[in-house]
């Protein structure tokens, strides 16, 4: 199993199970296994449990027999537990049950029908923290009958609401939010993440997430490949280009951005400062003739060199021709922060796409230029990475936002493989997929990447460490968690709201730093 914390569907957590069992491990050690592993972690996040009220909202399946199981430790602790169970437990379940009256035999009922569940509200009264185990995995719509009212009594609790591997009411699959569902305070994933933890907006009701391990064996893990990877400070690390001794300007990659437009001369600055930061030796700018004088002031570290432009101060079509004959030297070009959306611009796009231009970074208003032209992508052309946010996405796939971000794992598999390019689906979190192999998604990051100007720091910052040398998607994911990271450290020791993108730069060496000494 890698380092990387692995992102599983409902049913790759079901193939685990029965790959355990058939190796000799019965689902009864497996659930003990998760339960005394949950029992542990909440003891950690309330540091003491002695004294403590708290109650299981269980289930009759395996997500209640994980309830139980956790509850039964708890009380063995020195918690005062209780548990409410919404009909007879079935399977290894059934089993907890049992092992909880032993030890507990007054501190329980079980309910069958919607009229007895008014008794909850005196159970909430007593309880400090309620333990959610009534739905799992298995559930692929909205709650029903007993369960959807419990759920319903339960979106009333006033206290902390911990959900053993995910809220109910919720898909593991999706960000997707299908009928009522729990807001837990603390989830607790068994054995590993699902999609609804990471995904909005169904995240925004898990409260903090922390994995549970299960005991496993490894050859089943081995046996059921993971939706997605999770970042990590470890990997990203390791996919740092080197940066030989004796390098020099040239060692290190030569990076071509095609971008800008009048009132967006920035868009074009802050891109060739990303990949100036990502580590590109040597980064050229080519930016509409009006732009020239404004863009050499702001960045003295970059070559600029100006462009026939259009009276709308956009590249005029003629622009497509000094574009190419630039793009010939460079390592890696990356087109369309602030490019505008005029037939100019397009037209430069389609020329640097149609004449198979090595490595190519296409962000912003390239994007546009794509969806207004999607047969461009479904010809030959060399080495992509495509940048967009969920708006640009959906112009080029024709599905609303909305729909894309709770399935942002599925439709960035999808269309890098469709596309044969590297797809960042920008979040949060996010996706970063290749033609083949996992999808990655990020984590890092906070609201301070909300400014316009972000994004194309990240074009550039991609495109830099591109050119030096690794991998098409190693530069998206280490471009992606870097990035993130910067705003992380700036938001240490100031306001969200208040970082620009431009700190956001500043702060690059002090994360490139870390990875380099981890």
Same mark, same amino acid.
């Given at each position: 199993?890698?380092?990387m914390?692995?992102? &599983?569907?409902?049913?790759? !957590?079901?193939?685990?199970? *029965?790959r ?22 909440? *003891?950690?996040w309330?540091?003491e ?7 299981? $909202? =269980?289930?009759?399946g ?11 430790? $708890? ?27 032993a030890?507990?035999p007054e501190?329980?009922?079980?309910? *069958? ?8 509200a005196?159970?909430? &009264? ?5 333990l959610?185990g009534?739905?799992?995995v ?7 009958g007993l369960?959807?009212r ?8 006033m ?6 591997? $995910?809220?109910s ?9 299908? @009928?009522?569902?729990?807001r837990?305070h603390?989830t ?7 999609? =609804? ?11 903090e ?30 996919? &740092? ?10 060692t ?13 001369? @920035?868009?074009?600055?802050? =891109?060739?400062?990303?990949?100036? *930061? ?5 980064? %050229?700018v ?5 732009l020239?004088?404004?863009v ?8 600029? %060199?100006?462009a ?10 003629e ?15 990356v087109?369309?922060?602030?490019l505008?959306r005029?037939p ?7 020329? &640097?796409?149609?004449?198979? !231009? ?9 994007l ?9 992508l479904?010809?030959? %052309? @060399? +080495? ?18 909305? +729909? ?6 599925r ?23 290749a033609?083949?192999?996992p ?11 909300? %400014? ?5 720091v990240?074009?550039?910052?991609i495109a830099?460490?591109?050119?030096g ?7 998206a =994911? ?27 730069l500043?702060a ?6 870390g990875l380099e000494?981890?």
């Amino acid at each position: 199993m890698s380092a990387m914390l692995s992102v &599983l569907s409902g049913e790759g !957590i079901k193939e685990l199970d *029965r790959r355990a069992e058939a190796l000799g491990v019965p689902s009864l050690l497996l659930m003990e296994s998760a339960g005394r592993g949950a029992a542990e972690e909440l *003891r950690k996040w309330l540091s003491e449990v002695r004294g403590r009220r708290i109650l299981a $909202l =269980c289930g009759k399946g395996g997500n209640g027999g994980d309830a139980l199981c956790a509850l039964r430790y $708890l009380g063995l602790w020195g918690a005062e537990v209780r548990a409410f169970l919404l009909g007879e437990p079935t399977g290894p379940a059934a089993t907890e049950f049992q092992a909880f009256s032993a030890s507990f035999p007054e501190n329980l009922k079980v309910v *069958r029908e919607e009229g007895e569940l008014e008794e909850l509200a005196d159970w909430f &009264l007593w309880a400090e923290v309620v333990l959610d185990g009534i739905l799992g995995v298995g559930v692929t719509g909205p709650a029903q009958g007993l369960a959807r009212r419990a759920v319903e009594l339960l979106q009333n609790f006033m206290g902390l609401v911990v959900a053993i591997d $995910l809220p109910s009411g919720l898909f593991a699959d999706s960000g997707r939010i299908p @009928g009522p569902a729990v807001r837990a305070h603390l989830t607790l994933a068994m054995g590993a993440l699902k999609p =609804c933890h990471l995904l909005p907006p169904a995240a925004e009701l898990c409260g903090e997430v922390r994995v549970v391990e299960v005991a496993y064996p490894p050859s089943a893990w081995e046996a059921v490949p993971p939706l997605a990877l999770v970042l990590d400070e470890e990997h990203c690390s390791r996919l &740092l280009p080197p940066r030989p001794r004796f390098g020099h300007k040239g060692t290190f990659g030569r990076v071509l951005v095609v971008a800008g437009s009048v009132g967006m001369a @920035g868009a074009a600055a802050l =891109c060739a400062e990303g990949a100036l *930061r990502g580590g590109a030796g040597l980064v %050229h700018v080519l930016t509409p003739q009006p732009l020239f004088p404004i863009v050499a002031g702001l960045l003295p570290e970059a070559l600029v %060199h100006p462009a026939p432009a259009s009276e709308d101060g956009t590249f005029a079509p003629e622009a497509a021709e000094a574009a190419l004959k630039l793009a010939k030297n460079m390592d890696v070009v990356v087109i369309g922060p602030g490019l505008g959306r005029t037939p100019g611009p397009a037209e430069v796009v389609r020329a &640097l796409l149609t004449e198979k !231009i090595p490595k190519i970074v296409l962000d912003a208003d390239a994007l546009f230029a794509l969806a207004q032209d999607p047969k461009l992508l479904r010809k030959k %052309h @060399g +080495e992509l990475v495509l940048t967009p946010h969920p708006g640009e996405f959906s112009r080029l796939v024709g599905a609303p936002a909305e +729909e894309i971000v709770p399935e942002k794992i599925r439709w960035a598999k999808e269309k890098a493989e469709e596309w044969k390019a590297v797809v960042v689906l920008k979040g949060p979190p996010t996706a970063i997929a290749a033609p083949s192999g996992p999808v990655f998604l990020n984590t890092t990051g906070n609201t301070a990447l909300a %400014h316009g100007g972000s994004g194309d720091v990240l074009a550039g910052l991609i495109a830099g460490l591109w050119a030096g040398g690794i991998p098409a998607v190693d530069a998206a =994911c280490l471009g992606v968690f870097v990035h993130g990271k910067a705003a992380e450290i700036l938001t240490l020791e100031s306001s969200a709201r208040a970082v620009l993108p431009s700190e956001i730069l500043s702060a690059l060496p002090q994360v490139f730093l870390g990875l380099e000494r981890f």
